[in-house]
């Protein structure tokens, strides 16, 4: 386990996954091991196909490994029911997707305020949270706008509130950078390093960028479905 | 309910499609609505209808009218008990006429009529009264509520029919109001206006004629025989009549009641079966479009349940609006319909037209059905769908 005894954020243990396509098998991870100590802001790289996005979708429990054991922030995912699951990503994951993914029919601050309607809090309350988050990702003036009426580098400050606003411990990105141009990117990424070192936040991201991925503390290659330095 | 303005806003959003959901379930509720009413007023007229009473009209149509002296004739003939002249006035309140304030009202001899229809009840001292004036009206009990008259409130009609019109109103005085038991007499219209003929003929100066002849025979079981033979007695004569049952005689007035019945009940569940389709597809479209969104929510901690749920109140919503929508229509249309041509002769004829509860209650249920009908596959879709099989095609 880690060095310092403290044990941590994540830890993906002989984790295997495979795809089953008709007869046809597909093994996708192969006894692939990973330890994200908190508060770390990991990278991972790796050519296309070779399982970055099904790796992310483990830690972040959207997904369920073949054989192996992933535990984040001191649950084991594997072992929780389908709706157990749910309610855990909502409290502890927060999500960042390469293509923002905002529902266009609502504004950046309804967006924002999504993923606490599943808590117990007030309408008031909800929306104060949601613009304190706008406000973190420098955004708060466009509350009242719709996806549409915003650029893809703001879209994505949007999604990052989201992914914020109900303060879980575990960010994971998948190419959060991927559809920007790069000044856009830099502000993305200047964000998420904001997000590690002052909201402690523990950040693993996917990327294909190299320059995105220097941003990071750890950077880790996947290859054919294992780890390599 | 904290959930609701997410659904809302993706209705509000695409509002030309839930504007058109809603316009179509509004119509077939519409529909469905004004259908069923005329098919329960025709059933409400036949039910009440005698089969020892027959109703001898004018051979070519009931618009016109027959020698008053064939009253005497019908008398003559063997198994008749009775005979009373009836001719339905037209009439309208108002100046100029306001059919919103329609009923149905019928110039008639008073001994002769009550004595054939005794579901109109009266006591003696109220058939007293009404025999006694010549301007003298019986009217119904919910007519009656429905404009406020008791014993003694005058009421000016001015009829719609052409030889009836003397160039001003008719004047009337209450002399009485009719009961009606349900009990003995299921089906009794309560909404009748029945004045003298004689008023009638009068003040037409003789012009009037009979419009029908309401008839008793002494055995009901001969009633078709007796009709027959008054028809032969008149077959030679220049205004030859028809009589039928009266029974016989309200379903032919409204043609053939239970084809219409039926005719109108398949179109209500052709357009309902139609509607449903349509309704289904928008569903679907609205969450095939949403794949990715429902994706995202679930991924964020939505549980499956919550999302299914989410679609189902949306197509609820539909429902709801659809069907409130679709009776305030239906209500409307009940209300004019006597007002309109053609379609207004025959539902003047059945003057309890209204929106009944049970119908209005019908409609909303199957609007509702139908809207959750609709959400059923999208939201089970939404329900399996796997956040993984999803994103991965962003
Ligand atoms: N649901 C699935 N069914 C079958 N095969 C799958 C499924 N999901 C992923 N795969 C396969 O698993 C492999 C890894 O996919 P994954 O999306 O994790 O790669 P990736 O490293 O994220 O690639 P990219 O950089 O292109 O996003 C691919 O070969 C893919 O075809
Ligand atoms: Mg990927």
């Known amino acids: 386990m880690s060095g310092n005894g403290k044990a941590p954020m994540v830890a993906v243990e002989g984790v295997k996954k495979v795809y089953r396509r008709d007869a046809e098998e597909v093994k996708v991870l192969d006894g692939l091991s990973l330890e994200v100590p908190e508060g770390d802001f990991v990278a991972l790289m790796g050519p296309s196909g070779s399982g970055k996005t099904t790796l992310l979708n483990l830690i972040a429990g959207i997904d369920r490994p073949t054989a192996g054991k992933v535990v984040v922030a001191g649950t084991d995912v594997a072992q929780l029911g389908e709706s157990e699951l749910a309610r855990w990503r909502s409290r502890n994951v927060g999500f960042i997707f390469q293509f923002y993914n905002l529902i266009p029919v609502l504004t950046a601050e309804e967006n924002v305020a999504l993923p606490l309607l599943l808590t117990s809090l007030s309408k008031k309350e909800r929306r104060e949270r949601a613009l304190t988050a706008l406000k973190v990702v420098g955004l708060a003036e466009r509350s009242q706008h719709y996806p549409r009426q915003l650029s893809g580098g703001q879209e994505q400050r949007v999604a990052i509130a989201r992914a914020i606003v109900a303060d879980p411990k575990v960010l994971v990105a998948d190419e959060p950078t991927g559809d920007l141009d790069s000044k856009s990117a830099e502000e993305i990424l200047a964000l998420m390093e904001t997000l590690n070192r002052d909201f402690g936040k523990t950040i693993v991201m996917v990327t294909h960028d190299p320059r995105a991925a220097q941003r990071a503390h750890t950077q880790h290659h996947l290859e054919k479905g294992v780890l390599s330095l | ?394």
């Open chain 2, 1 to 394: 309910m904290k959930y609701l303005p997410y659904v809302l806003k993706h209705l509000r959003r695409n509002w030309i499609r839930t504007g058109s959901t809603v316009m179509a379930m509004a119509v077939c509720i519409f529909l469905f609505c004004t259908l069923q009413t005329i098919i329960a007023a025709v059933n409400y007229g036949l039910k009440s209808a005698s089969a020892s009473r027959l109703v001898t009209r004018h051979s070519v149509s009931l618009v016109y009218n027959m020698p008053l002296a064939y009253k005497e004739r019908i008398a003559q003939i063997p198994g008749v008990k009775r005979v009373a002249i009836s001719n339905w006035f037209g009439g309208v309140m108002g100046l100029p006429p306001d059919f919103t304030k329609f009923f149905a009202n019928f110039a008639v001899e008073p001994e002769d009529y009550l004595a054939i229809y005794p579901e109109y009840v009266l006591s003696d001292a109220e058939k007293q009264a009404f025999f006694a004036d010549r301007r003298g009206a019986i009217v119904g009990p919910e007519l009656a509520k429905r404009f406020g008259w008791s014993v003694g409130s005058t009421v000016q009609l001015e009829s719609t029919i052409p030889p009836y019109r003397i160039g001003r109103p008719f004047e009337f005085v209450i002399s009485g109001i009719y009961q009606v038991d349900e009990v003995r007499y299921p089906g009794t219209d309560g909404r009748l206006f029945f004045f003298h003929h004689k008023y009638l003929e009068e003040s037409t100066r003789n012009r009037a004629g009979a419009g029908t002849f309401s008839i008793e025979v002494n055995d009901p079981e001969r009633a078709a025989a007796v009709g027959k033979a008054i028809d032969a007695y008149f077959e030679n004569s220049d205004v030859r009549t028809k009589t039928e049952t009266e029974a016989a005689f309200r379903a032919g007035f409204v043609s053939l009641a239970g084809n219409l019945a039926l005719l109108l009940n398949g179109i209500g569940i052709a357009v309902t079966f139609t509607i449903l389709l349509v309704t289904a597809n928008t569903m679907s479209m609205a969450v095939r479009e949403r794949r990715t969104e429902i994706a995202v929510l679930k991924t964020l901690g939505f549980g499956s349940e919550l999302v299914m749920a989410l679609i189902l109140v949306e197509a609820l919503i539909l429902g709801v609006m659809g069907g409130g929508l679709g009776l305030v229509l239906g209500k409307a249309m009940i209300g004019v319909l006597p007002s309109l041509p053609l379609i207004g002769d025959v539902a003047r004829a059945f003057p309890n037209l209204g929106l009944s509860p049970l119908i209005a209650a019908t409609g909303f249920g199957i609007a509702v059905f139908l809207g959750l009908a609709a959400g059923l596959l999208p939201a089970l879709q939404a329900y399996r769908a796997r956040i993984t099989d999803t994103l991965r095609t962003v």
